[in-house]
Structure formats: C-alpha cells, structure tokens
C-alpha cells in the first residue's frame, strides 16, 4: 500500500513588509563600523568567505571614521565627493520635475544610492571603463561630464549626442569612461568581462567595471559574467547595487533571502565583499581596494553594496503601490548625502553654512545647465534630431535597403 | 583546400597581420575545434589569442562585444549553429545594435562562424539553419559561403568588417561539394575548381553574389549546400537554370537577382531552412516587388519542411535534387 505523504507545497517568497504596515530593518545584521578586517589585495578568495556576510563600514554613528577601511580621505577630496553627491541628486529632483512637465517621456532617479556611483568613480583611474546600468548617473557626475550633454540626452534633443536614439538616461559617453547603457538586463555585466579580458590580451593595466542590480542577478548574463571572470581572472570589478527593490519585486525573489548576493561569488571562487552602500568613506575605500587587486593582476572583485532605492523604479513607477510607506526613512544606513555631511562637519573641514552655500550653487549650476539644453529643444517643444540619421549607424556604411527606405520616408 | 582548411587559412592570415584579432569558443583552442577549423591556431599565435572558452554561448558572444568595444576583433566560434540560442539576446539586442545606440561611439566589430545545416545525421540539435532569425535583425550581416575559395575570402572580408557578421558555414559541405545524392560517394574539394585556394590575403567582399550557372529558362536564388542541390537538379532535368550563389544574404546582392529574373521570367528560391517566415520568403517578396511584369509563372520555393531536422528521416527532409528538378518541371509546364 502506498505511504500517505502530505502535500508538497511551493513556497513564494513575500517580502516582510507591504503598504499598510510598519516597516521595520531589525532583521538586517549591522555589523558596527570599523569591525569588519580589511584583507591586503593578494588575498585569496577563500581567505574572505566571511566577508560576503558581513557589512563592512567605515563611519560610525556619530560621522566619524573608523577601523582598517578608514583610509583618512583628505578633506577635499571628500569635500568633492560630497558635492558629487548632491549635485546627482539635484539634477535628479531637476530632471523628475522636467518629466511631470511633458519635457522628457522618462527619468529614473538615484536618489538614496548616489555614494556608490559617485565614490566608484573617484576610486578608478581615467581611462577605466564602467558598464553601467541605468542608475549610475553619479558616475557621470563625478567624471565632471558636462551637465548640459546629460540634459541634452534626456531631452533627445538636437544637443543629444545620441541623436534622440536611445530612452532617456540611457547615456553612452565613452571619453568620460561610461559604455553605451542597455535596457535589456545584464548584458553589459558579461560585456565588462570581456573587456577587461582584451585589457588582459593587450598587457594593458586598465580595469572595468560592470554594474548590476540586486534584481537582475537573476539574469543568465549575471552567472556567465561570473564564469568568465572566475575561469580568465580579468581585471574587474563586479559591482552588484542591492537596492532592496527590483520595480515591485522585493530582494528575496532574487533569492536575496537565501543567501547574500555577494555570496554568489563564492560558487566561482571569486573574491567577495559586502559593504554599506550608504558609507561614502566605504566605498571609496573598497572600490580603492577592489581596483588596485584587479590592476595589479589579482582579479576580479564581486561587490554588494546595501543600499536602499528610495525614490520610484522610474517616474512610470509608484511604489505607494507595493511597498510601505516610510520604509526609506526606516532604512537602518541612513542616508550618504547626510552622513558625509555630518562626518565632514565632526571633523571640522565642513558646516551647515558651507553646505546650504554648496547647495544653492549647485542648483544655480544645474538650473543653468538645463535650460542651456532645453534652449536646444525638448522632446515635444523646439526641434528634434534629423530624421535622415536615423538611418545612420545601422551599419557603418549603409546597405541599399536602407537607402531605399530613407527615400520611401521622403528624407 | 578544403573548406575548413580554407576558413582556418583565413583566420591564421588575419591572426598574423592583426594583433587585435583574437578566436575563441568551444573547444577551439588546444584541440583546434570539433571540426578542425582551429586545429593549429593557438600553437601558432598562442593561448592569449586562440583559445578555449566555457560551454557558454551567450558570455562567448558577451564578451566578444565587451572586447570589441575595447579595440579587438573577436571571431568566435558557436560549435553548432543549433546551439547559438543562449546568445541570442547577446547578438540581437546588442551586438547589433550597439553602433546605433551609442551614435558610433562604440560598435563590435565580431565575426560569429558557425557550422549550419543538416545531411550529417546530426538529429534536430545538429542540423538546423537559422539564417533567417539573423537576417530579421537591423545591425547584423549575414554570410553563407559555399566553397573554400569564398569562405576564406567571405572570411577575410568579416573579420575586417566593422560590423558584426554572422558566418553560417554548411558543415556537409566542409569536405566536398555535396549536391544532396548521399546515395553516391563524396566528391573531394580537391576535385572542384573552387578548392583552389590561392595562399595569400584575399578577399570575396560582402553584399555581391555569384552566378554559378548561366542559363535562360528559370533563375534559381540558392547559398550553401543547395547550390550543387540545384546544379545537379539542373542538370537531371535538362532544365536551362541560372543559377545564382547568394554568399551573402545580408546586404542582399538585389541587382544581380533582377538581372537574372527579368531575363529567364521565372523564380525559384531553394534552402535547407524551414519553409515558413523563412529567408525564401524575403526573396519572393523582393523579386516580385522587383520583377512582377516579367514573371511568367509563380515564384516556387522548394526548402526544408515545417518539422524539426528528423535523424532517421533526414532525407525526407532534406530539399534534394529529385523534389528541386520537378519543382523546375512544374514551373517550366506554368
């Protein structure tokens, strides 16, 4: 007689908490700043296993700077860093609001996670190249790339260097380090490999830098970028920005709450860190780290920054619809802007009155930069990029069907 | 030569002049490729130029774009068209659309070769021909060689094209000029006047095809393997075709087409692909937007039947010379 089984049931992660309740991080384990060791750069992945559960930060509580990842970062550069950070931001609340005024189709912000772009950035070497997603705006910021070029963008005016090709924020800036974004996910992940490996090819001594989401992890790319870098060692750094959210899909159903996700890292045999994505101090000084092991031949870093997606996936997006109200505000690692900015003032090279004076003069330079682009048209007012480049950069030459239908468009 | 021997000349040949070509994939590297168009390279040039990858198709691809945005000039290998699926999103979403979305600033100069096309008993998993889901995608070109002479300089001319191209070699046609009577014993390239393979840099550009056979009565569009299907149908029937070698698909050579097709007033189009949304089904569309007036009869396509590529039945699928030669007889009685 057959054995009575009760029934298997499938489980379908949920997140802790939806509109309606209180959110509450105490779950997070936060390791106190400065405890987590810092390991030299020749260290061997299976040295660091723990580090890929642990958190590792720099500023504690109060601003101040602490343990074996404090780097003493002298004032201006972190003084530069932290106007890198609110001018991504502003531009940011400058872009949304052009997108409410039927200016542009689309904005994504970064509010909440601009330290990580930005701290990257000021991290590696020019020359460098980032595989961006679309939420790494502050690397273009902190690249200095002219304000105005990234409005043109948005705007898919005639200023836009993309020609109007390409959805907004979907930047491709190659003299300032920044590889054409996708909107298919992941992509670019394996494609920061591979140029890191002709980098290896060509005995050359730059690095890339491919950027994910905690989300897209879940991408085929995700685990072959990981092969790649695990069977070639190329000199890489393999960023993954846990946000907390993909669009509505909480972190667990990338099975975040199986396992971190800089744990995947650990299956290919490859170096693993995770780290508090809020810290400015901690990412630069990881990013530092995670470089100089790539550049000196060690290979690849994977990374996960915790962090926290505090505005919308995109202005297409409401997230009062799945998430509770408040949560950002919960957010145990506070906010990057606010936390550099207090540790700056601790450590008397900063002030409320040099950073209300930094503020104003950031919004006077993003407002001028805008409406220098929006002088050259937006999306529905002045005019739009010629309609016979279209056609153009299909192919480097163009074949005779298209030629044919350029002249069935009448142009 | 041989056709493999023909492909690997190319390759050793761009590998030798430029520094930034660089071939890799399954197998390819210590032991030369499961068909052998590798064997050699990476004891040549070395293991940072030729060299193996993981069974992984979509990070070949990736990162392939990844190095050509760099500066090199991947030519990768997908060890059989059939498994190039993985890599799909890789070719069509970005590979191809790169130098459009980035206005020219970063582009991926790859040639991605692989072995198409059946009559090896390879079973459905080793035998199927998917030009057309190439040739559907702006951004991509698409190249299907039929002897040694052009596959070297078809290759040659890829490697040195700035855009990325699909290389779809017919693998019954790696050893001989395969006409599709398999009933009879293989003829060697050594045999065929285009298996001499000139030892120099050469190039057979993209975008021009080849008049394989004059003729008078019908225009028959092949590439790859059917181009000896058709040779021998017409021959059989005694049916005076002209016979046109498309070698690339993508650019399309149209004015050698109309040429043809206003001069015999008859089409056919033959391929080894399944017959539905096929490539077959582009060139009806161009020629009787091309020729309409001159056509005498209906545009007939003989090619691949609606099914997966059979093992034991692989002849009945396959558009031989006996289903060519009275599809030719139908059309001349039209």
Known sequence: MAKAHSPIKLHVPEPAFRPGDTPDFSSLDIPAAGSVRRPPVHVSPEEIRDLAYSIIRVMDDAGAAVGPWDESLDSATAIRGLRYMMKTRVYDQRMVMAQRQGKTSFYMQCTGEEAVAVAQQMALEPGDMHFPTYRQQGLLIAAEHPLEEMACQIFSNPGDALQGRQLPVMYSFRESGFFSISGNLGTQYVQAVGWAMASAIKGDSKIAAGWIGEGATAENDFHSALLYASVYNPPVILNVVNNQWAISTFQGLAAGDSATFASRAHGYGLASLRVDGNDFLAVHAVSRWASARARSGFGPTLIEWVTYRVAAHSTSDDPSQYRPQGEASAWPLGDPVERLKQHLIGRGAWSEELHARAQEEIETEVRQAVRRAEALGTLNSGSKPSIKEMFEDVYKEMPPHLRKQRQQLGV | ?334
């Not at chain 2, 021997?5 to 030798?16: N, P, S, T, V």
């Not at chain 2, 994939?25 to 590798?38: A, H, I, L, S």
């Not at chain 2, 040739?135 to 040659?156: E, F, R």
Request: glycine residues 10%; charged residues 20%.
């Open chain 2, 1 to 334: 030569m041989n056709m493999i021997e023909a492909i690997r000349d190319a390759m050793d040949i761009m590998l030798a002049q430029d520094d930034n070509v660089v071939v890799f994939g399954e197998d390819v590297g210590y032991f030369g490729g499961v068909f052998r168009c590798t064997a050699g390279l990476q004891a040549k040039h070395g293991k940072h130029r030729v060299f193996d990858t993981p069974i992984n198709e979509s990070g070949i691809v990736g990162v392939a774009i990844g190095m050509g945005a760099y500066g090199l000039r991947p030519c990768v290998e997908i060890q059989f068209a059939d498994y190039v699926y993985p890599a799909y999103d890789q070719i069509a979403s970005e590979a191809a659309r790169l130098r459009h979305r980035s206005n020219g600033q970063f582009y991926a100069p790859l040639v991605i070769r692989m072995p198409t096309g059946g009559g090896i008993f390879g079973g459905q998993t080793h035998s199927q021909s998917p030009e057309a889901l190439f040739t559907h995608v702006s951004g991509l070109k698409t190249v299907v060689p039929s002897n040694p002479y052009d596959a070297k300089g078809l290759l040659i001319s890829s490697i040195e094209d700035d855009d990325p191209v699909i290389f779809l070699e017919p693998k019954r046609l790696y050893n001989g000029p395969f006409d599709g009577h398999h009933e009879r014993p293989s003829i060697p390239w050594s045999k065929h006047p285009l298996g001499e393979v000139p030892e120099h840099h050469y190039h057979v550009p993209l975008g021009e095809a080849a008049v394989r056979r004059q003729g008078s009565a019908v225009t028959i569009l092949a590439y790859g393997t059917m181009v000896y299907v058709a040779e021998a149908a017409a021959a059989e029937t005694g049916i005076d075709a002209e016979i046109i070698d498309l070698r690339t698909l993508l650019p399309l050579d149209m004015a050698t087409i109309e040429t043809s097709v206003k001069k015999t007033g008859r089409c056919m189009v033959v391929h080894e692909a399944t017959l539905t949304s096929g490539f077959g089904a582009e060139l009806c569309a161009l020629v009787q937007e091309s020729c309409f007036y001159h056509l005498e009869a209906p545009i007939e396509r003989v090619t691949g039947w609606d099914t997966p590529y059979p093992h034991a039945l692989e002849w009945e699928y396959f558009p031989g010379p006996a289903r060519v030669g009275s599809a030719l007889k139908r059309m001349m009685e039209a």
